[in-house]
């Protein structure tokens, strides 16, 4: 059965960093496009960052340019999401997701195969 799974998240204070994770298992998930997004209860949820089947195709939601940073190791089957600087407004729930194809431009919420059941990240002031 596919499934992907976050980690990492946690409490942290304004200017620390975290990073999480995001694990498949599963047949399925080669090659595949991860991405990762997030979601507050007074937002819907947003784009973060993706990332390509061979890691050299990146894409990066500009409220995170230069402090969050997308990679992966295929032989872990793993994703990593290291964000730098955390702000309070980088509150949220944060899921990860894939979509079968080695990558992709199209990060609507609707186009993802599979998703994440999320970890929170919450950046005290």
């Known amino acids: 059965q596919e499934e992907v799974v976050e980690s990492g998240g946690g409490l942290v204070q304004a200017g620390e960093s975290l990073t999480l994770s995001c694990t498949t298992s599963?047949?399925?998930?080669?090659?595949?496009?991860m991405g990762w997004f997030r979601q507050t209860p007074e937002k819907e949820r947003e784009f973060v960052a993706a990332i390509g089947w061979s890691g050299g195709d990146t894409l990066t939601a500009d409220s995170v340019k230069g402090r969050f940073t997308v990679s992966r190791d295929n032989d872990k089957n793993t994703v990593y999401l290291q964000m730098n600087n955390l702000k309070p407004e980088d509150t949220a729930e944060y899921y990860c997701?894939?979509?079968?194809?080695?990558?992709?431009?199209?990060?609507?919420?609707?186009?993802?195969?599979?998703w994440g059941k999320g970890t929170l990240v919450a950046v005290s002031s």
């Open positions: 599963g047949r399925t998930f080669s090659p595949c496009a």
């Open positions: 997701a894939a979509q079968l194809v080695p990558w992709t431009t199209n990060w609507e919420t609707g186009n993802m195969d599979y």
